[in-house]
């Protein structure tokens, strides 16, 4: 390279012609060398470009049993080469060269190939976008994850509403109002039978479980994480009602527009409820688990303006502060971070 420099260097002319070398390098070469590799098609199996798919499948199958491991004796395996190593070879170009042939779309692509060589880029990008496709479709893939998902869902949320249905039966003012009130309705007087029908002191302290277990799920309206789950609340029925839900919210915020914006009209308790709700970053489940005093106490300091939430909200910080001041395990983690807190080292001396 350097003695091409110095003679172009010398030469009148010559660093164009250094140029026009160069190019002449850099051009593409024949692209059928890069190209052989990719497919093993009509040669292996010694079909023309014609051959039906019972053609291509009848000399897979001659070839297979001439070639194949196990059939193999030490025959010499043709002009490849002699030996078990190369008849195993040719046993591996052969079904791979049925493999490209059966199917429709890797033999056009192979038929491509030979028509047009040049295009390598093209045949390395089909050749291994076929080869390292899923083999599996991937919107089924999608749709059992997204089953499985839904069902330990569900499941999750009917083990957590039973948690805590079990702990709401132990506490003591609501089991004897769930007592109380299954007496009144002759439920646990069905429980003490006699004659060939009576049962257990064990059978019967269940059934009576059960039946204030019932009644518990049927008085008590349980709200947020542990409320009693619904179908259309897993994952697999909000994708599918997506499109729904999104005209719904669409609709409703036109006619925010045109009612509040527009006409102007005064807020009802359900939209300064949604407005309070949205200053406080709740969630629907969340804001519905709150006590119905917290949310008139709400309305009665008219927190859908927001100069009034940004009172409420400074009060209820500084009243968070002075809770957290008079805690003794704050005032404990205070002094711990004065005396001993972190980037600072201590030594004990024994």
Known sequence: MAAAAAVAARCPGGWWALCLCLCAALLPRPARGLTDRLYCGRRVLGVSRQASKAEIARAYRQLA???????YRGEPAGGEGSGAQAAHEKFLLIAAAYETLKDEETRKDY???????????????????????????????????VC??????????????????????????????ATEIARQQGL??????KGKNRRSKEEIREEEEEIIK??????????????????????????????????????????????FTI??????????????????????SQFDSLEDHQKETFLERQLWIRENYEVYKREQEEELKKK???????KRYRRWMKNEG??????TDD
């Open 342 to 347: 972190p980037g600072r080292l201590t030594f």
């Open 65 to 71: 049993r001439q070639y194949h491991p196990d059939r």
């Open 324 to 330: 957290m001041a008079m805690d003794p395990r704050w």
């Open 111 to 145: 038929d491509y190939m030979l028509d047009h060589p040049e295009e390598y880029y093209r045949h390395y990008y089909h050749y291994y976008s076929r080869r390292l496709a899923p083999k599996v479709d991937v919107t089924i893939v999608i749709l059992v994850t």
């Open 263 to 284: 006409k102007g009209q005064e807020y009802g308790v359900e939209e300064k409820l949604y407005i309070i709700r949205r200053y406080m970053k709740m969630s629907q």
């Open 188 to 193: 646990l007087n069905k429980t003490k039978e």
């Open 214 to 259: 019932d009644i518990i799920k049927n008085k008590i309206d349980i709200k947020g994480g542990y409320q009693k789950p619904k179908i259309y609340d897993i994952l697999l029925f909000q994708i599918l009602l997506a499109p729904f839900y999104w005209c719904k919210y669409i609709v409703w915020y036109c006619w925010w527009i045109y009612c």
């Open 148 to 177: 499985a998902i839904s069902v330990f869902q569900f499941f999750s949320w009917w083990s957590s509403y039973n948690e805590a249905i079990n702990y709401l039966a132990s506490v003591p003012k609501y089991r004897i109002q």
